[in-house]
């Protein structure tokens, strides 16, 4: 077994782990125990709310609250926790535990599944990762307890605190207001317009979508911006720019559509709120499907965009769109290397963040084709729908519930390959050894 594990490449160990996680949770949630009735719930059904939990995505053919029993909800809870971390940390973390030796093999594994670009130190990067985690998630608990415990009671307020701070840092879109309106989310008076709630779930979804080394920068360097590293200042840069361009332009866009009718405050709130979890997590104050028209379809751009690599979001990553916008910038302008805060970046590295890019836009194009040659919804919903996928940003315009099982399938299809990257997912099924490089003959071709 161990000389099999050896011969698989690591992208295709990673995957298979988030397979094998899939699973495992879907034969669980079809169990009776975890259905709020007592019943076997369609195995399907199950497969699909496992993926899209381990995806950390949000997308549900049921409401969360209503369809689950309490030990259904945490099966979910789990598989959101074990998906934003990776199965990888788990194990690595009961071999700590155990003191049980971590092979060479094993260490190139986590440093595959923590985004570490060198060996050295990825044990010490992955303990502060786990660490870090489950402290920032209990930071958020104890804030939730101070809006739920009052609302709920004790009891299940702590259970409501414990499940939005693990769900909002793991930058899913699992919620529990089924309880008051199924499939609403945060749409419903108490938390619409409720500030700390609002203001804690932006912290906890911003935090988990910028990534694992950029914890572990501000943690070595503290706020000296200058000693962090080019990945680390292109991630928190580019996100703040988003994030306020984001809340700009749906106030835009929406000032006389989703959010007619609010004050002033209650715009800005709602905008901001929009912009952050547009990019990476599930939760919305607004029903998507008022959006307007651009609107709906800056969502979709924000969706592909997503968050950081090596972090608990999807999409084609912020770095990515990043050294595109500079390449572009810097081809524009005649110059034949590309720079980002005086740092000149490699050409595989261009040409990689090309090709992703390229994989996303085509696998959310070709489903939605596919989708619309299935369903009777319309091009909008269908285009939300597979974005929201792909980026494992998990909102929806309320279409998911009565998709046919080839559409799910597809959706499923899309929260994978969004969870483990586009170019993972072409590795997972192409992959093969590497051939002795062969120059060919150069011939020029015109493009543009």
Not at 210 to 233: A, C, P
Not at 268 to 289: C, E, K, N, P
Not at 396 to 425: E, H, N, Q, W
Request: charged letters at 15%; glycine letters at 10%; hydrophobic letters at 50%.
């Amino acid at each position: 077994m161990d000389r099999l594990i050896k011969k698989l490449s690591y992208t295709r160990i990673i995957a298979m782990s988030f397979l094998l996680v899939i699973l495992v949770g879907s034969f669980i949630l079809h169990l009776p125990i975890s259905s709020r009735s007592g019943e076997w719930t369609p195995f399907f059904n199950c497969l699909f709310t496992a993926t899209s939990a381990t995806c950390v995505t949000g997308l549900t053919v049921y409401d969360t609250y209503t369809q689950w029993s309490l030990f259904g909800q945490i099966t979910i809870l789990c598989m959101v926790q074990i998906g934003g971390l990776g199965l990888m940390s788990f194990i690595t973390m009961f071999s700590i535990f155990t003191k049980r030796k971590i092979t060479l093999h094993e260490r190139k594994l986590l440093m595959q599944s923590s985004g570490n670009m060198r060996m050295s130190g990825v044990m010490k990067l992955l303990k502060r990762i786990i660490i870090g985690t489950f402290a920032l998630e209990g930071i958020g608990a104890i804030a939730f307890m101070f809006v739920f415990i009052p609302k709920e009671g004790v009891l299940k307020g702590i259970y409501h605190s414990v499940f939005y701070a693990v769900i909002g840092f793991c930058n899913a879109g699992f919620d529990l207001t089924g309880e008051y309106q199924p499939f609403a989310s945060f749409t419903l008076p108490g938390y619409q317009f409720n500030l700390p709630l609002n203001v804690i779930m932006m912290c906890l979804i911003f935090v988990g979508g910028i990534g694992f080394s950029v914890w572990n920068d501000i943690m070595r360097n503290k706020w000296h911006f200058k000693k962090y590293s080019l990945q680390s200042k292109i991630i928190l840069l580019s996100s703040f720019v988003l994030l306020i361009a984001g809340a700009m332009i749906y106030l835009i866009t929406e000032w006389n559509a989703a959010l007619e009718g609010m004050t002033i405050g209650q715009k800005f709130l709602a905008a901001t709120f929009l912009s952050v979890t547009s990019r990476t997590a599930g939760y919305v104050t607004v029903d998507m499907s008022t959006l307007s028209e651009a609107g709906g379809l800056f969502a979709v751009v924000l969706m592909c965009i997503g968050g950081a690599p090596a972090s608990m979001a999807g999409g084609i990553k912020i770095t990515t769109m990043t050294i595109l916008v500079y390449a572009i910038i810097c081809e524009s302008r005649g110059e034949n290397d590309v720079t980002i805060f005086k740092r000149r970046l490699e050409d595989d590295l261009v040409k990689q963040a090309a090709v992703i890019a390229l994989i996303y836009v085509t696998a959310i194009i070709a489903s939605t084709m596919l989708i619309c040659t299935l369903e009777d919804f319309s091009l909008r919903e269908i285009l939300f729908e597979t974005a929201s996928a792909a980026s494992t940003m998990g909102a929806s315009m309320g279409i998911t519930p009565y998709l046919s099982v080839p559409s799910k399938i597809i959706i499923m299809i899309l929260m994978f390959g969004g969870r483990i990257g586009g170019l993972s997912l072409f590795l997972f099924f192409g992959e093969k050894k590497r051939q002795g490089n062969i120059a060919r003959p150069i011939e020029k071709v015109l493009i543009g």
